[in-house]
Nanobody, 115 residues
Framework: QAQLVESGGGSVPAGGSLRLSCAASRSIFSFKAMAWYRQTPGNEREWVATMTAGGTTDYADSVKGRATISKDMAKNTVNLRMTSLTPEDTGVYYC?????????WGQGTQVTVSA
């Protein structure tokens, strides 16, 4: 069974940037799509960005212009770079992947943005 592991989370001041990575146990190019979500306690999980197998990207309005999702072929990772971070970007960020009609999830990585 494929597994996803996120990394790159941490604390960053407002206005800063982070790059999150998602490593997969199988080729990321075998997935129909990969995406990033985020969630804070008591809130619903929020979609952030998606990249399809064909390379098409899409972003939530809340991060459009500040987020970039990309794939690193050499490292077999999907990455999310976010800039101009605000405290509203704080949350646990999850990587997901669609394969064979199922959706896989990683364990998440914490991002904390201080004012």
């Amino acid at each position: 069974q494929a597994q996803l592991v996120e990394s790159g989370g941490g604390s960053v001041p407002a206005g800063g940037s982070l790059r999150l990575s998602c490593a997969a146990s199988r080729s990321i190019f075998s997935f129909k799509a990969m995406a990033w979500y985020r969630q804070t306690p008591g809130n619903e999980r929020e979609w952030v960005a998606t990249m399809t197998a064909g390379g098409t990207t899409d972003y939530a309005d809340s991060v459009k212009g500040r987020a970039t999702i990309s794939k690193d072929m050499a490292k077999n990772t999907v990455n999310l770079r976010m800039t101009s971070l605000t405290p509203e970007d704080t949350g646990v960020y999850y990587c997901s992947a669609a394969l064979g009609g199922s959706v896989l999830w990683g364990q998440g990585t914490q991002v904390t943005v201080s004012a």
